[in-house]
C-alpha cells in the first residue's frame, strides 16, 4: 500500500530567541513548516519511534487498516528514508497479531533493531508485553514474551542506553510506572516499580537520561481534569537504581485554558548541555489552532525547581483543534550536532469524539529543527 508523501511544504524561516540563562546564550531555528508525512484515509497510523539503521532512517509505528484508535486490526509498521525524511518507502508490516499491537519502542543493539512492544485486546484488556528483533528487515524473530502483567503494561518514551551493553525502558499505567533493565538483547531481564501515586492522573512518563547520576521523567499529568488546565509532573533519579524525587509541575504553556497537554517528550540535548522538551497542545474543539511548543531546560535549575524550563519557540498544530483533539506525540532523531528531524502523529478528521467506536483517521507530520547556541 502506498502514500502520499510530501505534497505540503511552505518554508518559514522563524527564528525565536530565548533570554541569557545562567551558563549559555542561544536562540532556536526552525526552517521547516509542515511535511504531509504520511497522510492516508485508507489507513490510521499513531506515535512510533525513529532510528538511524544501515545508512537510513527507520520509523517505527501502529498501522490500523480499519481506521480505528483501538482495534484488533493494529499491527507493528515501518517504513524508511534514505534522503533525512524527505521522502519515504511504502511501509511495510514487521508483526501482526489476533490482538491490537501498539506503542512500539525501537533501539540498534549489537547491530540488531530491537522493537518492544505490546498486544492489547480491544475489550478492555492487556495480553503482554514483548519484543521481536531483525538484522536485515527482512526476517523477523519470533515475539518474545517479557510480561503478562495485565497493568502497568504500557511502553512508552524511549529504550535507554545505560552503558556496558545495559537497558531500559519504562512501561505505565495511571499513576504509576515500572523501570525494565536489561542486557544485550533481551537478556537478564529485570523490572520494579518506580513510582505510585493511586490519588494522582499521572501517565506516558517519558524518561531522559544526562548522565549516569541524573535521569529525568516528565509525565502527563491530569491532576487538574477537564474544563481545567494541566501540567506535567518532573521526576528526577539519581541513578538509575534510585528511588524517583519529586520537582513539581512544569507548567508548560500553563496560560492556555481549556487544554488537555498531550503525552511529553524530553530529550538531553548534549551539545547544548540542556533538557529539550516538547508540549503538544489540545484545546477541545475551540475555533482555532492548537500548538507545539519547544522548551529548554538547565539540569541544575530544574533540580531547584521543577518549573524553570525556557520557551524557545512555539508553533501551531498543522490541523484545526476540532480534528486534533488527540494525538501529538512528538519524536526527534538527531541528523547532525544541532539539527533534528522531528515527527508527531496528528488527527485530520472531525468525526465524533468517541474514537473508540467511529472511524479516526490520524497520519504523520514531520517538520526539521535546527538549535544554535551562542557562546
Not at 116 to 121: E, L, S, V
Not at 170 to 190: H, P, Q, S, V
Not at 267 to 281: T, W
Not at 324 to 331: D, L
Amino acid at each position: 500500500m502506498s502514500f502520499k508523501g510530501a505534497i505540503l511544504f511552505f518554508v518559514l524561516a522563524l527564528i525565536a530567541c530565548g533570554k541569557k540563562d545562567e551558563k549559555n546564550q542561544f536562540k532556536s531555528s526552525v526552517f521547516s513548516g509542515w511535511y504531509q508525512s504520511l497522510v492516508d484515509t485508507n489507513v490510521h497510523v499513531s506515535e512510533g519511534e525513529l532510528l538511524y539503521y544501515d545508512k537510513k532512517i527507520y520509523h517505527f509505528f501502529r498501522l490500523d487498516s480499519s481506521n480505528k484508535h483501538v482495534s484488533s486490526n493494529g499491527s507493528i509498521a515501518y517504513r524508511s528514508s534514505s534522503d533525512n525524511g524527505r521522502s519515504w518507502s511504502n511501509f511495510n508490516v514487521a508483526y501482526n497479531s489476533v490482538y491490537d499491537d501498539r506503542n512500539v519502542l525501537a533501539r540498534v543493539i549489537n547491530n540488531t533493531i530491537v522493537l518492544i512492544f505490546r498486544r492489547y485486546d480491544p475489550a478492555g484488556f492487556m495480553i503482554d508485553l514483548g519484543y521481536i528483533t531483525t538484522k536485515d528487515l527482512k526476517i523477523w524473530s519470533s515475539y518474545k514474551v517479557i510480561s503478562r502483567k495485565i497493568d502497568n503494561g504500557q511502553p512508552f518514551g524511549e529504550i535507554i542506553d545505560l552503558g556496558n551493553n545495559t537497558f531500559s525502558f519504562l512501561t505505565c499505567d495511571i499513576g504509576k510506572a515500572e523501570l525494565f533493565t536489561f542486557r544485550g538483547l533481551l537478556e537478564n531481564i529485570e523490572s520494579r516499580i518506580l513510582y505510585s501515586y493511586p490519588d494522582k492522573f499521572i501517565d506516558e512518563p517519558y524518561l531522559a537520561k544526562v548522565d549516569e547520576n541524573n535521569f529525568f521523567i516528565l509525565a502527563r499529568d491530569e491532576f487538574h481534569p477537564y474544563p481545567n488546565d494541566s501540567s506535567y509532573f518532573l521526576l528526577h533519579l539519581a541513578g538509575i537504581n534510585e528511588k524517583p524525587t519529586y520537582l513539581g509541575r512544569s507548567e508548560m504553556n500553563s496560560n492556555q485554558v481549556l487544554t488537555n497537554r498531550t503525552a511529553p517528550y524530553i530529550k538531553y540535548i548534549s551539545y547544548l548541555n540542556k533538557l529539550l522538551a516538547i508540549s503538544v497542545q489540545r484545546k477541545y474543539f475551540l475555533p482555532t489552532h492548537d500548538s507545539v511548543f519547544f522548551y529548554l531546560g538547565n539540569k541544575d535549575s530544574l533540580l531547584r525547581k521543577g518549573n524553570n524550563w525556557q520557551l524557545i519557540y512555539s508553533i501551531q498544530r498543522p490541523n484545526l483543534n476540532k480534528n486534533s483533539v488527540t494525538y501529538g506525540y512528538p519524536k526527534i532523531l538527531e541528523l547532525s550536532q544541532n539539527e533534528y528531524f522531528g515527527i508527531i502523529s496528528e488527527r485530520y478528521n472531525s468525526s465524533s469524539i468517541n474514537y473508540f467506536a467511529n472511524s479516526e483517521y490520524v497520519g504523520f507530520y514531520s517538520f526539521y529543527l535546527k538549535l544554535n547556541k551562542i557562546e
